[in-house]
């Protein structure tokens, strides 16, 4: 009788899941310009209710935002080429460099996740159509996780090492070598929208813990997240606000900043706007540091 009960069950749940799978080859599904899957015509409600029938082996996404915070405001293109200067100006005074600092930031991402946990998750679901498990799984989870590991290990990380002296330095000569990691300066992290808070925090975490100053250019289609994050992260209370800043706005922004020198780019995304941010950082010589989904 459990036998025939399980079986049913698993029935029902594979039925469920070949009809999500059916609805996702509808032809309103639609690959956009952007190399993204979005539903042209189908409405988010309809979305959620292909999400419950296929859950949970199959999560629909929606990146169109309904409800939730308003929209928030570009930043002037005009006001790019300051926030820049400005970052340098900062990294220059060396506050970033002692191991108290850099601690200090580190403590405050990890209160920012845990005090606004329900609100990241709501921005999430008003931005993706996912709910409260997908949130906690995803991305909340793994950034305080990692914020705790850095934090764990940073002391570490920052001792200077003894390593080997390279041939002929070394020929006949009593000499030692060291490596002492120091910052390499202003940080720029271009963000995606599919994983807006993770992969905000991974590389904030790691800039912030390296001792750099950062500036952050979030994706411009995930607009409750992005105006939850800029509020959060430039009002003081967590993160001191001459250590990170927030571009917010589309191609335009994204395209004034690659003008600008910076001294490391965090970029994740599609292979197209790439080769176009590998273009803009050879110019200066910029390492790029990237996770790039070849279309």
């Known amino acids: 009788m459990l036998l025939a009960s399980t079986m049913a069950t698993r029935s029902k ?4 899941f070949r009809q999500c799978l059916s609805q996702m080859r509808h032809p309103s599904l639609t690959r956009s310009s952007s190399l993204r899957w979005s539903f042209s015509r189908i409405s988010v409600e309809e979305n959620r209710r292909i999400c419950q029938r296929g859950r949970p082996y199959l999560r629909c996404f929606s990146v169109h935002s309904h409800g939730g ?3 928030q405001k570009e930043t002037p293109l ?3 080429p300051l926030i820049v200067n400005q970052a340098h100006q900062t990294f220059a005074t060396q506050i970033t460099h002692p191991y108290d600092f850099r601690i200090q930031q580190l403590k405050g991402i990890e209160n920012l996740v845990k005090e606004n946990w329900d609100e990241l998750s709501s921005a999430i679901a008003h931005d993706l159509g996912q709910g409260p498990m997908y949130a906690e799984a995803f991305e909340l989870s793994s950034v305080v996780s990692r914020v ?12 200077t090492k003894r ?7 070394n020929f006949n000569i009593p000499i030692h070598s060291e490596l002492t990691p120091n910052p390499r300066g202003v940080a720029l992290i271009i963000i995606p929208w599919n994983l807006p808070i993770q992969l905000t925090f991974n590389p904030l975490i ?3 813990a390296a001792g750099n100053v950062c500036i952050l250019k979030p994706s411009e289609k995930c607009d409750n997240v992005t105006s939850l994050l800029t509020d959060l992260l430039t009002s003081g209370k ?13 191609a335009d922004q994204a395209t004034e900043l690659l003008k600008h020198r910076v001294d490391v780019i965090s970029y994740t995304g599609g292979g197209e706007v ?7 950082a050879a110019k200066h010589l910029t390492p790029v540091v990237s996770l790039v989904i070849v279309n």
């Open 238 to 250: 967590y993160l001191d606000p001459r250590v990170v800043q927030v571009v917010n706005g589309g």
């Open 69 to 71: 915070r308003t929209s």
């Open 274 to 280: 790439g080769r176009i941010v590998a273009q803009a």
């Open 163 to 169: 390593v080997p002296t390279p041939f002929p330095v």
């Open 206 to 208: 790691d800039a912030l």
């Open 78 to 80: 005009d006001s790019i």
């Open 13 to 16: 749940r594979s039925a469920a």
């Open 148 to 159: 705790r590991y850095t934090q764990s290990n940073l002391r570490k990380w920052m001792k």
